[in-house]
């Protein structure tokens, strides 16, 4: 068993729908990112959460501590945000070393 | 700033060949991995290092070098490249957002080494 899932692997939606990607993890960690590459593309970090809620223009990424368990929202989704969604843990205490998902391939379709 | 930079963006070797990927930082970030992107698997972190003259072994280690000789550049060699080698690498480097005693890191990556070992 992997120590962090996600799921779903692969998302088709149509423009404008509501988002939720999620991401499960075994391990106790200090905190949790979710990371943006796009097709051939570099990674780019979109939230690194600890506790609570955080939101960024159209997206907002939760996670509960207690249940081990976070999510990505993206909410009216456009063609751009089509991409794979990568989540990650720092985990072990005061240590950098991340744990990664195998990501999730989502495409958006006009 | 020009964030994380990697040279070169691709590169093929022949089997035994060696080489180095570049990456370079100037943020003055302590921290710096190197990662491998193959398909159908998650980021795997080959070496890391937490400071200038400091590294160490992540996953998967075998076949590649590090050095951290300054803050700013933390090289990648392989020593005898092989098919297996063939992935896209990733340069990353990241600091603590919340200080000395945190343990939550923000994470930059560079744009990618894509390699091919035929």
């Known amino acids: 068993k992997n120590e962090v899932e996600q799921s779903p692997q692969n998302l088709t939606a149509q423009e404008g729908e509501f988002i939720t990607i999620n991401c499960s993890y075994s391990v106790g960690i200090s905190a949790l990112h979710w990371l943006q590459q796009h097709p051939g593309g570099g990674i780019v970090s979109l939230f690194m959460?600890?506790?609570g809620k955080k939101k960024h223009g159209r997206l907002i990424a939760t996670i509960n501590i207690q249940e081990k368990h976070s999510s990505l929202h993206i909410t009216a989704s456009h063609p751009r945000d089509s991409a794979v969604y990568i989540c990650a843990v720092n985990y072990g205490g005061a240590t950098n070393k991340l744990i990664f998902g195998t990501g999730t391939l989502l495409a958006v379709q006009p | 700033n020009a964030g994380v930079t990697q040279t070169p963006k691709f590169q093929v070797l022949k089997t035994g060949q060696s080489m180095t990927l570049q990456c370079a930082q100037d943020m003055n970030h302590e921290y710096m991995s190197w990662y491998r992107q193959d398909p159908g698997m998650g980021l795997r972190l080959i070496h890391y290092s937490v400071g200038a003259g400091i590294t160490d072994q992540g996953e998967v280690p075998n076949g590649y070098n590090v050095s951290r000789s300054t803050t700013e550049d933390f090289p990648l060699r392989l020593l005898s490249a092989a098919p297996s080698q063939t992935s896209v690498y990733f340069c990353a480097s990241s600091y603590s957002s919340g200080g000395r005693h945190s343990s939550s890191y923000e994470q930059y990556f560079g744009p990618g080494t894509r390699l091919t070992v035929t």
């Open positions: 959460l600890s506790s």
